[in-house]
T-cell receptor, first 114, second 110 residues
């Protein structure tokens, strides 16, 4: 248990559906991250929030829409996804963004787009 | 572009020592991280290097050579529970950016 929770753990959705992924951290951290992990590929950083402000958008398609209402919660809103978006979506948090700051990862949401 | 290379898979015997290598070519560098990820679970932090040399943490050690763009993770006295994927990640000068390798799947056999 890393102090970062994600719901749902598994999600199956059609290409026309709209769904949201939720991440919550109980560590008092100020920075939160969304990553995509596809089979046999490196973890890809998608978005970074620091003190609720988005500080990084790594050229992510607009069908992925993040939301960070406060430092403890992070959402990823999904709409009109493609089958190639099927992957494990990991949330992480860190105390700040200083050198050496360790990221703590949640267990991920396994997404399947049909 | 950014490039982080690790072997895809390795096999070692319980009780032995294994070294997992990582080479990187990135536009900037502000630290190298190693994470362990068991199947179906979250990656968990193992070690961090920002200066050249060896960092030791119990059975796990990590080495960095910035001039060579090279790191390794050394696991001693292997246990069956060490069977997992090991991820190498480089932090860019832009502290927001992390670049991960594809991970090395380590199989520990009895």
């Amino acid at each position: 248990e890393t102090g970062v929770t994600q719901t749902p753990r598994h999600l199956v959705m059609g290409m026309t559906n709209k769904k949201s992924l939720k991440c919550e951290q109980h560590l008092g951290h100020n920075a939160m991250y969304w990553y995509k992990q596809s089979a046999k590929k490196p973890l890809e950083l998608m978005f970074v929030y620091n003190f609720k402000e988005q500080t990084e958008n790594n050229s992510v398609p607009s069908r992925f829409s993040p939301e960070c209402p406060n430092s403890s919660h992070l959402f990823l809103h999904l709409h009109t996804l493609q089958p190639e978006d099927s992957a494990l979506y990991l949330c992480a948090s860190s105390q700040g963004q200083g050198a050496g700051e360790t990221q703590y990862f949640g267990p991920g949401t396994r997404l399947l787009v049909l | 572009g950014q490039n982080i290379d690790q072997p895809t898979e390795m096999t070692a015997t319980e009780g032995a020592i294994v070294q997992i290598n990582c080479t990187y070519q990135t536009s900037g560098f502000n630290g190298l991280f190693w994470y362990q990820q068991h199947a179906g679970e979250a990656p968990t932090f193992l070690s961090y290097n920002v200066l050249d040399g060896l960092e030791e943490k119990g059975r796990f050690s990590s080495f960095l050579s910035r001039s060579k763009g090279y790191s390794y993770l050394l696991l001693k006295e292997l246990q069956m529970k060490d069977s997992a994927s090991y991820l190498c990640a480089v932090r860019d000068d832009n502290f927001n950016k992390f670049y991960f390798g594809s991970g090395t799947k380590l199989n520990v056999k009895p």
